[in-house]
């Protein structure tokens, strides 16, 4: 679990403001939600048979012996909002959600045990446009931040039923060569064979890639679906690799899944993954409703757009306001307020603590401000105060108070 420094901050706060404004201007609307829940939730929307709640969940009693846990991921949380909120009655929802989640996990660069997501879900739409929607609107992201090491697979799930033969062929082809899965596979034969696919061992990829095709067994509608999504894809200009073998490591998908992945970040490569979970909300008890959404890693998304020279813009004081002699705090007080009612954006840093002129000078050169503001016994008798620039060689000048929201305005524009 990370501290988030005021060093690094900056660029969370301003990546997270982009997701935030494009996500916003497709019409989606904010929900904040708790960071626990029963237990149980996850167990039936993850699936049992999955790394999340098999190993990586923060669940504990609380004083009332209720089992709860920590969030591992928001889109069980959102479908269970939706339903005990009465918001998929006759109604389609676009939401999106950010915050921590919480994964037991080994720990490593890109992975976190507290980590976060932006999370974008629509909620009684069967797609496949808003599928498309979805994706295109990751692909204006890439774009607005400059990001261009990624790469779109996708995949389709089919429906359960289409999935359930395709199940069998699993079986059948991991039965034949049993001796040489690894000890998760093997238990993950029995219960939940989908999985195998999804394994993060190296040993088993041979294996995996030699398996049967879920794109072989997808059921007439399911492959419309897909073919139209492509279509839509293609259109709008996005391009994407249909990835076979992508499964996704939750059991709740149907159809349409995808993946941002990237060769940017070492092993940690999955950005930004998501894809369609049509039958969820029934089996957290809401009436059947079609669903699609996302989840983005924050953490792999500052790393990516560093590793792609991204540098978020930079966030200093314009103005640190010095104040030296008897009662000259009082003035400097009033004018630090003064600008930021009457300066549009302006960021005033004042002089606290006092100290000489020259360590005020100097904590003003600290500060990265573009200005320095001084103010000493003499500006204040003459109402007027040196303003002296700190990023340049051009000489201090004198400004009288009257005019010196109008005189930084324009300064700060250039
Ligand atoms: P991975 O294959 O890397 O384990 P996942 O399939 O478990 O990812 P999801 O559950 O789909 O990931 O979560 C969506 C996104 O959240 C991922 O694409 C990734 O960017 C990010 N993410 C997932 N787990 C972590 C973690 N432990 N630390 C940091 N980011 C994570
Ligand atoms: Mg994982």
């Not at 039958?279 to 983005?296: C, D």
């Not at 000259?328 to 840093?349: M, P, S, Y």
């Not at 100097?362 to 573009?370: C, H």
Request: some cysteine; proline content about 4%; aromatic content about 8%.
């Amino acid at each position: 679990m990370n501290d988030i420094l005021p060093d690094v901050s900056g660029t969370w706060r301003y990546l997270e403001t982009v997701v935030r404004d494009i996500v916003q201007s497709y019409g989606y609307a904010e929900i904040r939600l708790p960071l626990l829940e029963q237990t149980e939730l996850f167990r039936r929307s993850i699936g049992e048979v999955t790394d999340i709640v098999e190993k990586e969940m923060y669940t504990f009693d609380d004083r009332n012996g209720e089992s709860l846990t920590l969030r591992p991921e928001a889109t069980a949380s959102v479908v269970r909002a939706g339903i005990t909120n009465g918001l998929l009655h006759n109604q389609r929802q676009k939401l999106w959600t950010t915050g921590p989640m919480f994964r037991y996990e080994k720990p490593q660069k890109g992975r976190y045990r507290q980590f976060y997501q932006f999370d974008v879900e629509a909620l009684g739409y069967d797609g496949p446009d808003v599928d498309a929607e979805l994706i295109i609107m990751c692909a204006r992201l890439w774009r607005a931040l400059g990001i261009s090491r990624l790469t779109l697979e996708i995949n389709s799930l089919g429906t359960p039923e289409s999935r359930a033969s395709y199940r069998g062929a699993l079986v059948e082809y991991f039965s034949s060569v049993k001796s040489k899965l690894d000890d998760d596979s093997i238990r993950r034969l029995e219960q939940n064979p989908l999985r195998i696919l999804d394994s993060k061992n190296p040993d088993m990829q041979a294996i995996v890639a030699a398996a049967p095709l879920m794109l072989d067994f997808l059921d007439e509608e399911s492959s419309e679906h897909f073919q139209s999504l492509k279509g839509l894809l293609d259109a709008a200009g996005v391009a994407y690799t249909v990835n076979p073998r992508l499964v996704r490591g939750l059991d709740y998908y149907s159809r349409t899944v995808f993946e941002w992945v990237t060769d940017a970040l070492g092993s940690q490569g999955a950005v930004c993954s998501g894809g369609r979970y049509d039958g969820l909300v029934e089996k957290l008890g809401g009436k059947p409703t079609p669903a699609v959404g996302w989840a983005m890693g924050i953490e792999r998304l500052v790393a990516l757009y560093e590793a792609c020279g991204g540098e978020a813009p930079a966030d200093d004081a314009d103005v640190y306001v010095v104040a030296v002699g008897e009662n000259t705090l009082e003035r400097a007080f009033a004018i630090a307020e003064q600008l930021r009612d009457e300066v549009a954006g302006i960021k005033v840093e004042l002089n606290l603590g006092g100290g000489s002129f020259k360590s005020q000078l100097k904590r003003a050169d600290k500060s990265n401000a573009a200005f320095a503001l001084i103010l000493g016994e003499q500006e204040i008798v003459e109402k007027r105060v040196g303003l002296k620039p700190l990023r340049s060689t051009e000489d201090q000048s004198s400004v009288a108070f009257d005019d010196l929201p109008a005189t930084l305005a324009a300064l700060l524009r250039a």
